[in-house]
């Protein structure tokens, strides 16, 4: 449940985070771009502007004198840029060395040509814009080198503003979408525990409708089922008590009437007498059933919570194996540790146990061992009889109610009712543990195994302040 | 038994056959059977007639046995056993609650009726300083906090002022304040003060210590006299 609940909580988050990246990446590409190009451009043309004017002021000093380093001593003054005029077959640089090499070749053949032109380069690792203008007035040519070092750096902040603000971005979404998601998950939750808590008898738990639509109808769904659980329930434990009381009542009639008769059975003529024996005992054998049905109907009517109370479970088995083993001799084995109160459901406890010793004499030949251990996280029951045993393919059906098996097939000697081993499954059942039947070790009889969740030892505090008396 | 006059049961029961059979067993073992078929009637016939036993079907027409135990309680601290042909808990427990001081289930053995009701006997006569003096509680007067208990004459006191407990709870209290400082589990107050054995119910005391408590607690819900060790029983705080 809760790897589920993370996992699309996981989901939800990634996908708040990827969209961020999706988003981000094409917003922060197409600003990067236009940025890009708005700013080369207007570089661009603002560079070739001042290439025309800083071309004008050469041809009029060409025009003027023979004398070239003049002109070029004032484009000094032209921060970070560098120019170079071809005049008669020569090349005239400022601060360039070799200022013919400096100019691409295919630059200055369109330039020869008489066209002015621009073009990017790299010179030694600086971007440099490069701007030819022929001066035909004069027969020269005119070419200014730029750094774009700067615009570069321009650039790379802008570059670096919008990752670190997508990257912020991103991780933004993924909280937000954290968030959100466990906002949104929450009536997930809630709906699981309330689950929960109906699955464990609470038939009071309703959710809150809410504010949201979409929620309000599964609330509504959700509270509707519990509705008709809580009705259907209340139904059936209603026909339980109503049959529980429709049966007994003329019961106690016939139970009390054949007490009144047992005490004057041996006034009763010989005839009478038999067929009292019968009648009597066919009584006890209706009572048992009666008892036996409408437990079983209340325990799957939910009508009995039985709560784990702390009980001294060593006592209570003495307690039972002798009230129904028939006072003959058993091996009881249990753990020492249930000396002391543990926490267990007492009546339901005594039932398994005491449904098991009465099913090991009415169909094992006795009770012979009984042992109760813990075993970790469980608790285990055995109960071994000294009968023939339980036949293989019938170690299911034993279970069932009013089984009747291959070998005991004879209602006749049976004073079971017939409901006692079904019982028995359905209080481990409602308990959540498991039961079933296997050979004893030597073959010679059968071993029920009950096994029980261990519900705990009270707590330290209530222990301690014990006193035996 | 009593053979001059026998004691008397009022049976309060619906069904004319349970009633008819009942008389018949609750005969046999030498009582005498009054029987009312509604909660009007037996009230009625409690009203003219001294009963010792009185036993109750929750289940009437009419007024139902929750309200025929607590008419009965408010005049009167007669015995009273509660019948029930349910299978829940909650009708003995609103029994127990209304002022009853036994139950049986239906279909009950009447062997085991008639012990429950001897048992009754036994502690109502006890406490009257009749010829069953082997049960009575005895002993010197016990004080604690605004409560004195003097098993001698039978009576309780707090602030000064007699409390009016019935057989049950007040032999319940003897059985605390004997043992004062100790813990008494369930089991044990059910066979001392019930007879029970091991597998009389826990209920039955859990119901009779939430009343003594509303009769001899300053504040019931928060106990200070008879305090609940957790998983273990019940103590008397001296």
């Not at chain 1, 071993?447 to 006193?467: K, N």
């Amino acid at each position: 449940m809760t790897s589920r609940t993370r996992g699309l909580r996981f989901r939800v988050t990634a996908a708040f985070a990827l969209g961020a990246l999706l988003l981000f990446g094409i917003l922060g590409s197409s600003v990067y771009l236009f940025s890009y190009h708005y700013l080369v451009e207007q570089r661009e043309r603002s560079l070739v502007g001042q290439a025309y004017a800083d071309a004008r002021v050469v041809r009029d000093t060409l025009a003027r004198s023979d004398e070239v380093k003049e002109p070029l001593a004032i484009l000094d003054r032209v921060p970070g840029s560098n120019a170079v005029v071809r005049w008669r077959g020569r090349w005239f640089g400022t601060t360039v060395a070799s200022p013919g090499a400096t100019v691409p070749d295919g630059l200055r053949r369109l330039v020869e040509a008489g066209s002015p032109a621009h073009q990017r380069i790299d010179r030694s690792g600086v971007p440099t814009f490069v701007v030819g203008v022929p001066i035909d007035e004069v027969g020269a040519e005119y070419y200014e080198m730029f750094s774009l070092l700067e615009l570069d750096r321009t650039l790379r902040t802008i570059r670096n503003a919008l990752t670190a603000g997508g990257a912020l971005a991103v991780v933004m979404a993924g909280l937000i979408g954290w968030t959100l998601s466990r906002r949104v998950l929450r009536p997930v939750a809630d709906f699981a525990s309330a689950a929960e808590r109906v699955a464990a008898g609470d038939l009071e738990t309703r959710l809150a409708p809410g504010a949201d639509p979409d929620l309000a109808s599964l609330a509504a769904s959700f509270n509707h089922m519990v509705d008709a659980v809580e009705r259907r329930i209340a139904r059936e434990s209603r026909f339980v008590a109503d049959a529980s009381h429709e049966l007994r009542s003329p019961l106690t009639t016939l139970a009390t009437a054949v007490e009144v008769m047992e005490a004057r059975r041996d006034e009763l003529p010989d005839r009478s007498r038999r067929a009292f024996d019968l009648l009597r005992d066919e009584v006890r054998l209706l009572q048992r059933l009666v008892e036996d049905l409408l437990e079983l109907g209340a325990a799957e009517a939910g009508a009995e919570a039985g709560a784990a109370e702390p009980v001294r479970l060593d006592e209570l088995v003495a307690n039972v194996v002798a009230r129904w083993a028939g006072g003959q001799p058993v091996a009881v084995d249990v753990d020492p540790c249930f000396g002391e109160p543990v926490l267990a459901d007492k009546r339901r406890f005594e039932r398994i146990l005491s449904n098991l010793i009465v099913n090991a004499g009415t169909h094992g030949r006795g009770l012979e061992r009984l042992s109760l251990h813990r075993r970790g996280d469980r608790l285990r029951l055995e109960v071994v009889d000294g009968g023939p045993g339980v036949p293989e393919d019938e170690r299911q059906a034993v279970f069932e109610r009013f089984f009747r098996g291959a070998a005991a097939g004879r209602r006749a000697g049976s004073t079971g009712s017939g409901l006692g081993l079904a019982l028995v499954a359905e209080h481990v059942r409602l308990k959540g543990g498991r039961v079933w039947v296997e050979d004893r070790e030597d073959g010679a009889g059968a071993r029920f195994v009950v096994e029980l969740p261990w519900a705990g030892e009270p707590d330290a505090g209530a222990a301690r302040a014990g006193v035996r008396t | 038994m009593d053979a001059v006059a026998p004691l008397r049961i009022l049976a309060v029961e619906d069904d004319p056959r349970i009633r008819a059979t009942l008389r018949l067993a609750l005969e046999d073992e030498g009582y005498a059977v009054l029987e009312a078929d509604s909660g009007e009637s037996a009230l009625e016939l409690h009203s003219r007639q001294a009963v010792d036993v009185v036993l109750v079907d929750l289940m009437l027409p009419g007024m139902t046995g929750f309200e025929v135990v607590r008419e009965l309680r408010r005049a009167s601290d007669v015995p009273i056993v509660i019948v029930t042909a349910r299978t829940d808990s909650h009708d003995v427990v609103a029994g127990l609650e209304a002022g009853a001081d036994d139950y049986v289930r239906k279909p009950f053995v009447v062997k085991e009726l008639a012990a429950r009701i001897r048992s009754l006997i036994r502690r109502s006569r006890g406490a009257e300083g009749g010829s069953d003096a082997g049960s009575s509680p005895g002993g010197p007067p016990v004080v604690f906090g605004a409560v004195e208990l003097s098993p001698a004459e039978g009576v309780v006191r707090r602030h000064g002022k007699e409390l009016a407990l019935t057989r049950t709870e007040f032999h319940l209290l003897c059985e605390l304040a004997e043992n004062a400082g100790l813990v008494l589990s369930r089991e044990q107050l059910l066979e001392r003060v019930w007879g029970y054995d091991y597998f009389g119910e826990a209920r039955l005391v859990d119901a009779h210590i939430r009343r003594l408590r509303t009769k001899i607690e300053e504040d019931p819900s928060e106990p200070a006299l008879i305090v609940t060790v957790r998983g273990l029983g019940y103590k008397l705080v001296r």
